[in-house]
């Protein structure tokens, strides 16, 4: 990864903060990413979505992990999602990692997991699922990165194209955290 790339977690989301989120979710699914929109991502519904995100970052049941540069651009984003339900304390799941298609091949996927994975641990966690695009680079990354698989789900979802795509289900037991 590129040194001069910080990795901090934001706790509310302004107005420049979702702009620039919104920014990597368009550029994302433009390049072809399933990550749960379809092609063409309207700035409009970008925004909707981190404006629903939002209130779970504020409320702490939701991490927002970002990666920066040293102008501060926002150029990657991952999600850990806190709040289960009552009989799943111990886990949590990892969301929408994203990386700007003109920052990927640094190490910044990487480093946002991993930065994900220690954040979890810190709030109590001793269990992360995720799933992600079956044949993906990211499917390589979570498996470089000590991920098991669990299954594959054939037909799960689809490109922003509207093709078909299978999912590839992850876990990972993380730290000594207790129940939360």
């Known amino acids: 990864m590129q040194d001069n790339i910080q990795i901090r977690r934001l706790d509310a989301l302004d107005p420049a903060a979702i702009n620039a989120l919104s920014e990597i979710l368009i550029d994302c ?7 749960s929109f379809m092609h063409p991502l309207t700035r409009s519904r970008a925004d909707n979505f981190w404006n629903g995100v939002a209130p779970g970052v504020a409320a702490g049941e939701r991490l927002l992990l970002v ?4 102008d501060g651009t926002i150029l990657g984003t991952v999600q850990v999602v806190l709040s289960q339900p009552e009989n799943q304390p111990h886990r949590a799941d990892v969301a929408k990692l994203l ?7 640094a190490g910044l996927g990487a480093a946002l997991v991993t930065a994900a994975e220690h954040a979890a641990a810190l709030a109590g966690k001793r269990l992360l699922v995720l799933d992600t695009v ?5 499917e390589q990354l979570y498996k470089r990165l000590g991920w098991q698989v669990s299954g594959v789900i054939p037909d799960y979802a689809l490109w922003p194209d509207g093709r078909l795509c299978a999912t590839t289900v992850f876990y990972k037991h993380i730290g000594n955290g207790t129940a939360a």
Do not use: L, M
């Open 99 to 105: 990386v700007h298609r003109k920052a990927r091949r």
């Open 134 to 138: 079956t044949g993906s680079p990211a």
């Open 67 to 70: 990666a920066q540069d040293q």
């Open 29 to 35: 699914v433009d390049g072809g990413a399933s990550v």
